[in-house]
């Protein structure tokens, strides 16, 4: 007896995690549009602590029809890097970085832009929505933690060994500035 045919497996899908991020956070899917080639999963992470919104964005990179599919969830943070900041900006960066246990915070120097980025490798299957509230969880804890240190230095506001010692403080260890 030979097997039968197989039927392929439905590719990653937005779709496939909204019920569980729905239970999370307010969300919507986003089509694709002539400024977005993909689809977005947009989920509210309600106010920082100044009462500003932020909101975590998923959306699968571009990719070629034999790459592996990457799910990108990022953050723009509800500041911007001030004129003359990006040095300074880019060191505390670095810093806080260095223990990020995954995603990093990052800057776009021509669009004043702060953000936090995270990106998973999805196999050619369903989305695991267990892994994809985890994960969108983690985001939001470390963009809530980490903005405070960030801030400052973005707006000129602060100092980077100022931030250095309040990320110190915060992770009980010493990344030096």
């Not at 007896?1 to 986003?30: E, N």
């Not at 990006?86 to 990052?106: E, I, S, W, Y």
């Amino acid at each position: 007896m030979t097997p039968g045919p197989t039927s392929p497996m439905a590719p990653p899908d937005l779709a496939q995690v909204l019920p569980a991020m729905a239970r999370a956070f307010p969300v919507q899917i986003v089509p694709p549009s002539p400024e977005y080639r993909e689809a977005q999963l947009i989920a509210d992470l309600g106010p920082d602590a100044k009462g500003r919104g932020r909101r975590l964005e998923l959306t699968f990179l571009p990719r070629d029809a034999d790459d592996p599919y990457f799910l990108q969830y990022f953050v723009l943070m509800p500041f911007q890097m001030a004129p003359g900041q990006a040095a300074d900006l880019a060191r505390t960066l670095a810093l806080v970085n260095l223990k990020m246990p995954f995603g990093h915070f990052g800057m776009d120097e021509a669009s004043g832009w702060v953000y936090f980025r995270s990106v998973s490798i999805c196999p050619a299957a369903p989305l695991d929505e267990g892994e994809a509230i985890r994960t969108a969880n983690v985001c939001a804890f470390l963009v809530d933690q980490l903005a405070g240190v960030v801030e400052p230095v973005a707006d000129g506001s602060g100092t980077v060994d100022a931030a250095a010692q309040a990320y110190d403080a915060m992770t009980g260890g010493s990344v030096g500035a």
